[in-house]
């Protein structure tokens, strides 16, 4: 009897004091962080960079001289040159033993002369032709006669001449500059009295060309024309008339 009693009060004390447990409130947790507690790292914000050209421009357009139409020179070029005017041949044959020797050195004088000339090239642009070519002087007195072909490039240019109205846009200048192979013989023994065969030539001038049927552009030109090398001194002075033949506009 006495051991049933006392089991009986042991489990009541263990039913009262789980019963009194289950009855206690459960601990409140703070949600706000303690002061103790270390700050969770900030969380970096990727920054857009400024667009530095909220507004871009279209592409550049061609600049206007390259894409212009030709207005009055264009395309493919030949050019003619016909001449007259006046000139003379000084110098020695091409002989080491005779250059710079006075009694071998011959003045042709003054003579009619002239130097025809054919080029091929085309406009480079509206204000500049460029060609090259070849041609043939002579110069003729009554004692002498000095041929010279000659070979040569050709440029022509034309310059803003936009207040003298149509007529200075035709306005232009002329320069030839290449080679020359001129002598000078006596008309009667046909013996070489200077040779300049090699020598330097260049030319250089002014035209106007306000002749224009169809695509050809004609009119006169004034020049000087000049030949010398360490054997020759070959000066002209040229008036002629040219005709240029372009394939545009």
Known sequence: MKLTAALSITAACLI?????????PAPVTSAEPKASDPAPPATATEATPPNPNPNPDPKDDPKAWETAPATHRG???IGLMFSGGVGASNGYP????????????????????G??????????ADWLTFGVGGGFSTILNGETRSPAPFM?????TYPPCSGW??????????GDFGLGFPTTLDTETE???IDGTGASMIQGGVFWEG????KLKMGPYLAAHYMFSDTIRRPTALLGFRISLYTAP
């Open 16 to 24: 009262a004091s789980a019963t009194a447990r289950a009855e206690q």
């Open 75 to 77: 395309g493919f070029a």
């Open 94 to 113: 091409a002989d080491a033993k005779k250059v710079g020797r006075y009694d071998y050195y011959t003045e042709s004088g003054l003579g009619f002369a």
């Open 115 to 124: 130097a025809p000339g054919l080029w091929l090239g085309g406009a480079l």
């Open 152 to 156: 040569f490039f050709h440029v022509d």
């Open 165 to 174: 109205g149509d007529s200075g846009e035709n306005l232009g200048l002329m």
């Open 191 to 193: 013996e070489t009295l």
């Open 211 to 214: 002749i224009q049927p169809w």
